[in-house]
Every structure is written in C-alpha cells, then in structure tokens.
C-alpha cells in the first residue's frame, strides 16, 4: 500500500464491508496509540483518554459516510462547530491531542490507511522526543507570585531592594485595585538565585509587614494558549 494511494475506487463511490472494516479499524488503532502516548507525561481524566481514543473512529466513520457528498459534508462542518462552540476551553496539549485525532480520522475516512499510520507514528515520536529532552524545559527556579499590598505602600522601593538580593530577574506582570481601592494586587514573574528557597523570599517579603503572599511555581492558565 502506497502512502497516498486511497483504499477507494475512483470509480466506484460505494464502500464495501472490507472498506470500512479497515477505515474502522485502523483508525481506531491509531486512536488507541494516539491516547497512550498522550497519557505521558501528561494530566489527564479518564474520559478525555477514552474520548481521544474513539475519536479518529468516528470521525473516520463520519467521513466515509459522507463521501463526496457536499451538503452532508456542510452538515457535518456545522455540526462540528457546534461541538466546538459547546466545548470547554482546553489547554494547547489537549488541543494538539484533538486536532491529531481529527487528522487521523480525516485520513483514514478518506482511505488514505497508509497515511494516516505514518503520521500517527512519526507525530507520536515526535511528542516522545519533546517530551524527553530540554527543547520546552521550564526553569525551574522561576516562580510566579502574587502581593497584595496597602494602596499607600511604596512597592517600587520595597521590592526593587528585596528582589535585588533574592532575585536574578523580576517583572511586574500586572497591577489592579481591590476592596475599592484601598489594597493593591501585585503580580510578578521572578527568577530566583540558586541560592535562596520559596520560604526565604515569603519571609524577605514578609518584613514589610503582614502582607498577603502567594508564591506558586507555575502561572495560572489564561483563557488563551
């Protein structure tokens, strides 16, 4: 089998037990190889495995049916928008993941079997690969942090010194009122030295006074990717 050569007959646009016996079970294959290599490494519910997984085969079986059929095939674009639309949002991973999943039903639907399982397998390499070297490593000394402060509190002063001993890098993210005004929320991105430890930065912060801190080693996910 040729990797661009379709299972269909040009021909013919009737598919056959064997047709879709194959389409079925190639894709749902690749959906179950697709999931467990998403599984490393990764947070993951039980049901987004599953989903994930059963994916490629419907969306293959969708796709077959269709057929070169141009109004089912707009029916089938609308509904998938109103999946879209009806979905939580979801972190770029789980987006990568979905997308994969749709490419390989889109290729095997069509016929393209050959395709669909070098793409699945030189994309899953690639993420195994990815994962296992320092290409997206985060630092690990890097924390984000969170300051609420008395709206008549020096910041720029206070922090400029502190972060100058304890920080090798320290950027001021954002900055919004609270409680009407009279607190500040302060949000920094920090690189620390090798030398000083989360709680000495929360007791170096701390000496201005009771302050409320929150020191976290990751950002918090926004609503965009």
């Known amino acids: 089998m040729q990797l661009f050569n379709s299972i269909f007959s040009t021909s013919n646009n009737h598919i056959t037990l064997t047709q879709m016996s194959l389409i079925f079970g190639v894709s749902l294959a690749m959906g ?13 519910t039980k049901e987004f495995v599953i ?6 085969a419907l969306i293959a079986v969708i796709i ?16 998938f928008s109103l999946i879209k639309f009806r979905s939580a949002a979801g972190s770029s991973k789980e987006m990568l993941a979905i997308l994969l999943a749709m490419a390989i039903g889109l290729a095997t639907g069509m016929g393209f079997l050959g395709l669909a399982v070098f793409m699945t397998l030189v994309l899953s390499a690639c993420i195994l690969i990815f994962e296992n070297i320092g290409f997206a490593q985060v630092n690990q000394n890097r924390r984000h942090l969170l300051v609420t402060v008395p709206i008549e509190f020096d910041y720029d002063q206070f922090f400029e010194n502190q972060f100058g001993s304890s920080c090798k890098q320290a950027d001021l993210i954002s900055l919004k009122y ?12 920090v690189l620390l ?3 000083v430890t989360d709680k000495k930065l929360v007791d170096t912060i701390l000496t201005a006074g009771p302050l409320d801190v929150i020191l976290n080693k990751q950002m918090p996910k926004k609503k965009y990717l």
């Open 193 to 195: 030295e090798k030398s």
């Open 32 to 44: 179950v190889l697709h999931a467990a290599v998403y599984k490393y490494k990764s947070n993951y």
């Open 51 to 56: 989903s994930l997984s059963l994916m490629p």
């Open 64 to 79: 077959a049916l269709v057929n070169g059929n141009l109004g089912a095939g707009v029916a089938v674009a609308g509904t």
């Open 178 to 189: 609270k409680q009407k005004k009279e607190a500040l929320v302060l949000e920094y991105q």
